[in-house]
């Protein structure tokens, strides 16, 4: 399919031009990705400007005979930034004779490493989970200061050796390039009608599909119409349950899936999506451009969600809106937005970055602004205002540790650390390896760790804090490792004991329930050093608490410290090395790490073997809470069984005695005396007893793997973060798990008075429950932690002066505003 166009310009440099019209935007990288197959490799350019031409008539292919002297040349003639720590296209740094440079219009940086002169390796890099991940050749860098606009940057893309998409849907079959590459290693592809003479032109006939808006009857109507004709029919959607059996054999399962459908009338094949059925759209922040920062970025992807016609939505200009729908005009789409006095925004859909879902402090709806830009202004600036405060805190806290000096560890290997490391008994993932080699180099350095490990749970965070203690305590510096709970505490003490027992460290355990004298007599100890691990609760925040040579402080779970706790928990960092470890960050640990102020490690690789836990949902049933208690004591396992009121838990003990008599219970809870409730759970651990009834003490760290069931009593009560390590409490070993979430289907009575409020608040358990049963994978934390969020409102996490300014603008908009705070107040700072 081949056209001459002799009647255009010429380009000024010899790339071999490819011309693709009738592309629609979200289809552009899957076309490119097919160019690329049949030309090898190319330059795809998406929206053609005349920069374009500049930028690439200064471009340059490096290969493996660039010299280390010429590429520092040659980066420099191309205006790259160097930095110490790469974070975004056209920078570069060094380290030794390793260079990294991001060149406009790759995926990820390149990574060269030299033997003096000469190239020894040249792959590109990961830079946020630090690996390799596939070999280059060579590579194309332009002047980076020509597009000095970094929305540019984002419409050119340079496929070279990048992984290819991996498709059902092909839209060039059949479509053959006759391009001689002559002199040039690269093809140039340029979307959109161009005044340019092209080797070869593509006209796709590619558009947009009917919207249905929830009208599935029309829909049968439509794909019934289309059938006839001879069209292929494919429907990708996340609400399987709302469409009948016809509709059904049409959904297709490929891996890719796409933010809108689409109609191909060369190919007589329609593709429709939730947007065309629902009208629903996904807010994703992955092309978030005012924070730079890759870890922003990886971050910001879990900021996001499905937004439905009526829910509020913000944009960042206008204000609070109502998404009313998909509106198109002149063959471009737009999203429409309802505000105040009946005004009506049309929104680009390459805007969409400017949009945040709302997400708000309370189930109070918030108010719909009007299209008055000086009065979304003033809201805006106040919340800056109150931002500001908050943000210096912060930037003068870490500051205040930046400054400071911390001892450093040496972390060589030695044989009694290799002897601990074989004590593991399992193999390591390749995440835990990588986030081990982050927190010793870490370690290594005098200035002070400040690292956050985030993975969910039984991913293996303790066992690399139990590495880092190790080191510490081998170079004769002492360790805290603090909790927020008694149970937790002794949870850790137990598994730090178990590991450490050979290697004759002393370990203690402080808590507000240890007792007086014992708890003075460790105080003594550790100004003496004669601990070398303390672990406690914030009984180790106490002023007579002070340590001889204090290495390393590890926090499991920080975001359950209550303001008071956490401001004493700042004096106690400060010259110390940080490790802190959390399953589901919440906004302010995510905000900070946004910003740069934390080191972050995500490991997001379950361990060999684990399996996810089978869920099930379902009205209270004792008959079928009978069958999985029996079942799980026949295979020779343990049961939780999750009751969360304290005032009823023993009359459920009798229950579930009177239905299983031979069945051995216990029953464990908060208000029972500390002693007996240690014993309780140890007594549990040693398989004295067969099932837990117990309220959520579990909920954080308890570590049983013989322990393969959980039965939530009343699910409806939870909140969804605290179903999710609730059922992560089980499937803790290479045994299939399952979590009973059992919840009373109580209907609301229509003559209520408070009706409306009774069925939004039904309407969000069931969605809370929904979301549990949707996220059975592993690794599923981070998104669990946002979809809590969007369900029961963001509560007040960032303390009571920024209350009122999140309901006002929306949590997602907030948290942007003073991450962007942070990082300027932490750029001025210097």
């Known amino acids: 399919m081949d056209y001459g166009l002799n009647s255009r310009k010429t380009l000024s440099f010899a790339y071999p031009l490819i011309q693709i019209t009738g592309g629609l935007v979200h289809l552009q990288e899957r076309i490119a990705c097919e160019i690329q197959e049949k030309v090898g490799n190319l330059i795809v350019i998406k929206k053609w400007s005349s920069d374009f031409e500049r930028f690439l008539k200064s471009s340059e292919i490096i290969g493996n005979d660039i010299t280390y002297a010429g590429l520092e040349h040659t ?56 690996r390799k991940l596939g070999s280059v050749e060579s590579a194309v860098l332009a002047d980076v200061s020509i597009l000095d606009d970094r929305i540019e940057w984002e419409n050119i893309r340079i496929l070279k050796g990048q992984k290819k998409v991996d498709s059902g849907l092909k839209f060039l079959n059949g479509i053959k390039f006759s391009l001689s590459l002559q002199d040039s290693e690269f093809v140039v592809a340029i979307f959109g009608q161009v005044d340019l003479e092209a080797d070869s032109t593509v006209d796709l006939e590619l558009s947009y599909p009917p919207l249905f808006y929830s009208r599935i009857d029309l829909l049968k109507k439509e794909v019934q119409r289309l059938e006839e004709q001879g069209y292929e029919i494919f429907i990708q959607s996340a609400h399987k349950d709302q469409l009948d059996k016809d509709l059904k054999k049409h959904l297709f399962d490929g891996t890719d899936e796409l933010s809108a459908g689409f109609v191909d009338k060369k190919m007589k094949r329609i593709f429709y999506t939730d947007r065309e059925l629902f009208g629903t759209i996904f807010i994703t922040r992955e092309k978030q451009k005012k924070i730079s920062s890759i870890q922003a970025k990886k971050l910001l992807n879990q900021i996001e969600g499905e937004v439905e016609i009526g829910d509020h939505i913000v944009h960042e200009d206008h204000g609070v809106g109502v998404y009313s729908g998909i509106s198109r005009e002149k063959d471009q789409e737009y999203l429409l937005i309802k505000y105040a006095k009946e005004d009506e925004l049309l929104v680009p859909l390459d805007q969409i970055h400017r949009l945040t879902k709302y997400i708000g402090v309370s189930n109070k709806a918030p108010e719909v602004s009007t299209l008055d830009q000086l009065k979304w202004r003033q809201i ?48 390591e993932t390749v995440d835990q390896k990588r986030t081990i080699s982050e927190v010793f180099q870490d370690l290594s350095k005098d200035k002070p760790m400040n690292r956050l490990i985030v993975g969910d749970v039984g991913f293996g965070k303790t066992e690399v804090a139990m590495r880092a203690a190790f080191k510490t305590v081998e170079e004769g510096m002492q360790v805290a490792v603090l909790a927020p709970t008694t149970v937790l505490t002794a949870q850790h003490q137990k598994v730090f004991q178990e590991r450490f027992k050979n290697f004759g460290i002393n370990i203690a355990m402080m808590s507000r329930f240890s007792g007086k004298n014992k708890n003075s007599k460790i105080v003594e100890q550790l100004k003496k050093g004669e601990i070398d691990i303390v672990v406690g609760t ?19 779970e920080e975001q359950k410290f209550g303001v008071a706790q956490k401001e004493k928990l700042k004096k106690l960092k400060l010259g110390a090395h940080v490790l802190s470890m959390t399953a589901t960050p919440i906004p302010r640990t995510l905000s900070m790490a946004l910003s740069q102020i934390q080191d972050i490690s995500i490991i997001s690789t379950p361990p060999e073997g684990r399996k996810s836990v089978k869920t099930r949902v379902q009205e209270l049933d004792w008959n079928d809470i009978q069958k999985a208690v029996k079942r799980e004591v026949d295979r ?16 459920i003990e009798d229950k579930l005695k009177s239905l299983l008599p031979g069945i051995k219970f216990a029953v464990g809870h908060g208000q029972m005396r500390e002693d007996e409730l240690e014993k309780t759970i140890n007594d549990f651990y040693e398989k004295k007893y067969d099932c837990l009834i117990c309220t959520t003490i579990i909920e954080n760290g308890i570590d049983m793997p013989n322990v393969n069931t959980i039965i939530i009593n009343k699910s409806q009560n939870f909140g969804l973060g605290q179903l999710y390590q609730l059922r992560g409490r089980v499937g803790r070993s290479k045994v299939q798990a399952y979590a009973y979430m059992f919840y009373d289907g109580e209907k609301v009575r229509q003559e209520d008075k408070k009706d409306a409020e009774k069925k939004e608040k039904e309407k969000k358990y069931i969605k809370r429950l929904e979301a549990i049963m949707e996220s059975q994978d592993l690794g599923s934390g981070f998104k669990i932690a946002s979809r809590d969020l969007e369900i029961r409102g963001a509560g007040n996490l960032l303390g009571r002066e920024q209350h009122g300014q999140i309901s006002k603008i929306g949590l997602a908009l907030y948290m942007q505003m003073l991450a962007e705070e942070i990082e300027r107040l932490r750029l001025i700072s210097g």
């Open 538 to 556: 914030h009984r180790l925040f106490s002023n007579d608490v002070a340590f001889k040579n204090l290495g390393l402080l590890i926090i499991d």
């Open 636 to 651: 020779g396992g343990q049961i939780y069984f999750v009751h969360n009121r304290v005032q009823t838990i023993y009359s």
């Open 380 to 427: 805006t600036e106040k919340a800056k205002k109150v931002i500001n405060i908050l943000a210096r805190d912060l930037v003068n806290h870490y500051a205040k540790i930046q400054v400071s000096k911390a001892e450093s560890v040496e972390v060589s290997e030695t044989d009694k650390y290799q002897q601990f490391v074989a004590g593991f008994g399992f193999e």
């Open 75 to 130: 980066l420099e003639e191309m205006n790259f930034e160097f930095v110490s720590k790469l974070e975004e296209k056209g920078q570069y740094s060094r380290v030794g004779d390793v260079v990294t440079l991001w060149p406009i219009g790759y995926a990820n940086p390149i990574r060269i490493e030299f033997f003096d002169e000469e190239i020894e390796k040249m792959y590109f890099y990961d830079v946020v989970y630090g």
